[in-house]
Every structure is written in structure tokens, then in C-alpha cells.
């Protein structure tokens, strides 16, 4: 069976990844399963450059195909913060969470709108070619953190789709509508095709 390296460090992600992409024919890696100690550094302005940057630091190390995401939350009374620096935005989650509901107190709840972005790269580092999709799931931010579920801001992040914050979801139902599974849905059909071929 041919391997996937999934090139993040963030176990919340890495179990949705594993999920949505349960039916694919492939041995799913996780960084952490490869022994090698590679930067992640995240330098690049949009989530599209952080992307590519892990897809190709980790595939040009492990020669192998590689998936990688860059994500955030994006909120528009914020002007778009916190945005690629979502996950630096304070020192702790639940501190990036108290960040944003301060920032938005007295802001009702019609303006609070919000959306959470993922940019999933493919890279096969043997023909360097680069596979590119972005999903997007809509939402507003909740007035306080409701639910445990999930990971990072997913219990201020209220979903009209699911009538809920992502924190009350199950990982099922967040899969359902997320970002990350938007995304990963556009590059499953070339990930299939990729791992049919045996350049890759
Ligand atoms: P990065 O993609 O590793 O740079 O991290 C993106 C950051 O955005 C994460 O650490 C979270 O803070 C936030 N984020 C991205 N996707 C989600 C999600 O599905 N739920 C909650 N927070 C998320």
C-alpha cells in the first residue's frame, strides 16, 4: 500500500485528517511516526504559501507524498484576525479563545461573523508537482466558549450548519461540514489518482 506523510505536529488535525480520508486506499503517516526532526516554520503571509512550505520541507525530506494544511479563523470585525496567525495568537488556547471574545465584547451577535479557512497542499516529490484546494466553512463567534469537543477555537465558533459551536459537535458532525473536510474533499479524487499511478 503506498504512504501518505501528513506533515502536522497538531493531533486534533491529524485525527480529522485520518477520518475524512478513511476510505482512500493509502498507509496515513503522521510526522511524528517518522523519526525525522523537520522545521515547520510557518514564514510564509497566506495560509496557501504556509501550505506549500510544510508540503514541500516535508515531502523533499521523506521522499514520500506528502499532505499539508494551513488554517485559521478569520473574523471580520477583526479585519480578518487573527487569520494566519491563528494558532500564535496567544500563548494557550483557551487564551487565544479569551483573546478573541474580549476583542469582540459588545459586538452583537449578527456582526460576529466569522469563518474558518484550510488551504490543503498535495506534493509529490517526484515529479514536484503541487495540488492546491481551499475550503471555507461560515459561522459566527459565541459570546463565551461552549462544548469540549475539538480542538483550538472550535468552542467559540458557533455553526448555523450544525446549530451548534464546533466544540459541541461530534468529530462526526464537524467532519460533515468543516473547513479541513471542504478542503481535503477537492484533493481526494487526485490523491486516488496519484496513488493509482505508480510515478508517485
Ligand atoms: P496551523 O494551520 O497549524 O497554522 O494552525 C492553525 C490554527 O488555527 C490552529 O492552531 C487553531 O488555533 C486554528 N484552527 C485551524 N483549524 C481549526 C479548527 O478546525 N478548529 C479550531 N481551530 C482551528
Known amino acids: 500500500m503506498k504512504e ?3 506533515a502536522t505536529r497538531n493531533e486534533g488535525k491529524l485525527l480529522e485528517v485520518l477520518d475524512i480520508l478513511k476510505d482512500l486506499p493509502v498507509k496515513v503517516s503522521a510526522l511524528k511516526d517518522m523519526g525525522q526532526l523537520i522545521d515547520l516554520e510557518e514564514s510564509g503571509k497566506t495560509f496557501e504559501e504556509n501550505a506549500a512550505i510544510k ?25 480578518g484576525r487573527p487569520g494566519v496567525y491563528s494558532a500564535r495568537y496567544a500563548p494557550t488556547s483557551e487564551e487565544r479563545n479569551e483573546k478573541v471574545l474580549k476583542e469582540l465584547q459588545g459586538v452583537p451577535f449578527k456582526k460576529r461573523t466569522a469563518r474558518f479557512v484550510c488551504v490543503m497542499v498535495v506534493y509529490n516529490p517526484i515529479t514536484k508537482e503541487v495540488k492546491t484546494a481551499e475550503g471555507v466553512v461560515e459561522g459566527y463567534i459565541t459570546d463565551r466558549p461552549k462544548g469540549k469537543g475539538g480542538f483550538g477555537y472550535d468552542p467559540i465558533f458557533y455553526s448555523p450548519e450544525l446549530g451548534k459551536t464546533f466544540g459541541e459537535a461530534s468529530a462526526e458532525e464537524k467532519n460533515r461540514v468543516s473547513h479541513r473536510a471542504r478542503a481535503l474533499g477537492k484533493v481526494r479524487g487526485y490523491l486516488r489518482y496519484l496513488l493509482q499511478n505508480e510515478k508517485s
Open 4 to 6: 501518505l506523510v501528513v
Open 55 to 79: 508540503a514541500r520541507a516535508v515531502g523533499g525530506v521523506t521522499g514520500k507524498l506528502t499532505l499539508a494544511d494551513d488554517s485559521g479563523l478569520i473574523v471580520d470585525v477583526l479585519k
